[in-house]
């Protein structure tokens, strides 16, 4: 561009001069003389070459958010289950009023929990070494409290000579939940006399009232241990006749437990009440009969005999009689 603007104006003045020089050789007059004035060339546009320059503006992206790990819930303590210890003691083998071997004895609980399912696994080794019976032990409670303690007996059926020992294991189980529910605390013994006989049955007698003073309908059993003056266990016994009773809320139900081989009123023994609920166990009417007419009969070398008559006082007919007790005077 500059150099263009350049040679137009040298250009002009070379054709001006020709001009003049050709005017002067013509012999013309005055010539006049033109100077021209020289015309500034234009002002020459300088572009300055910008230099942009562009940054790179480095963006730093947020950083990216790390998924926390899933939180863990704790899981609750597992509870350490309560152990569940149970003995057998006391354990005496002597025979019954027929003359059977009986074997008796006690379960304690010695652990720190309640327990149920009370069980004691006998095994009788006769003279020769060997399992001659194995016979079912009934136990009086079916629960224990930690420290607790209740009897059991045995009758052994086989005929056996000799018996050299007597293995009893005890077992049992934590308490249900089903039979803690149906546990019947709400009863007691009342009216609590003996009475015995001496020759060659020698046998007392032990009998009382159960009474219910709950709200509750229940069966209920009762049991009786003696003990020596040293605190050995030499007598168990329960009502034979009915060894349960169904007892109406409220309501009373004579009782007699049969010690035989026993002939003096005992000086140490306990008594377990075993009692649940059992709403389902009853009619809507109870009777409670009347005895008349009793007599007793003695017999030669033997127990005496009881009779009478059952009355029912009621203008409704019964049924599933209960056997009533006579105790001897």
């Known amino acids: 561009m500059q150099r263009r603007t350049r040679v137009r104006y040298w250009g002009q003045v070379v054709a001006l001069t020709f001009i003049i020089v050709a005017a002067n050789a013509c012999g013309g007059g005055a010539v006049a003389t033109v100077v021209p004035t020289p015309t500034a060339p234009p002002p020459t546009a300088t572009i300055a070459a910008t230099s942009t320059t562009i940054s790179a503006t480095a963006t730093n992206l947020p950083p990216t958010a790390t998924a926390a790990p899933p939180t863990k819930t704790p899981l609750p303590p597992t509870a350490t289950p309560v152990p569940v210890v149970v003995e057998t003691r006391n354990v005496v083998t002597k025979k019954n009023s027929s003359g059977q071997p009986l074997i008796i004895g006690e379960i304690v609980n010695v652990g720190p929990g309640d327990v149920g399912d009370l069980k004691v696994i006998l095994a009788v080794i006769d003279g020769a070494g060997k399992t001659a019976s194995v016979p079912t032990a009934v136990i009086a409670l079916e629960a224990l409290a930690p420290g607790e303690k209740t009897v059991w007996q045995a009758t052994v059926t086989e005929k056996i000579e000799t018996i050299k020992e007597v293995q009893a294991q005890a077992q049992a189980a934590r308490l249900s939940t089903s039979l803690r529910d149906r546990l019947y605390k709400d009863v007691k013994?009342?009216?609590?006399?003996?009475?015995?006989?001496?020759?060659?049955?020698?046998?007392?007698?032990?009998?009382?009232?159960?009474?219910?003073?709950?709200?509750?309908?229940?069966?209920?059993?009762?049991?009786?241990?003696?003990?020596?003056?040293?605190?050995?266990?030499?007598?168990?016994?329960?009502?034979?006749?009915?060894?349960?009773?169904?007892?109406q809320a409220g309501k009373q139900q004579p009782f007699l437990i049969e010690l035989s081989g026993i002939s003096e009123i005992p000086l140490k023994y306990e008594l377990w009440i075993r009692s649940s609920k059992r709403e389902a166990a009853f009619s809507s009417t109870v009777i409670d009969l009347e005895a008349q007419k009793v007599s007793i009969i003695k017999n030669p070398g033997a127990a005496p005999s009881v009779l009478g008559e059952l009355l029912n006082p009621s203008k409704v007919d019964v049924a599933s009689f209960k056997p009533c007790h006579c105790v001897p005077r």
């Open 189 to 247: 013994v009342e009216g609590l006399s003996f009475s015995s006989r001496t020759g060659q049955q020698p046998t007392v007698w032990a009998n009382g009232q159960i009474a219910n003073t709950g709200s509750a309908n229940a069966t209920v059993g009762v049991w009786m241990a003696v003990y020596g003056a040293d605190g050995q266990l030499t007598h168990v016994g329960f009502d034979s006749a009915a060894r349960l009773y169904q007892i």
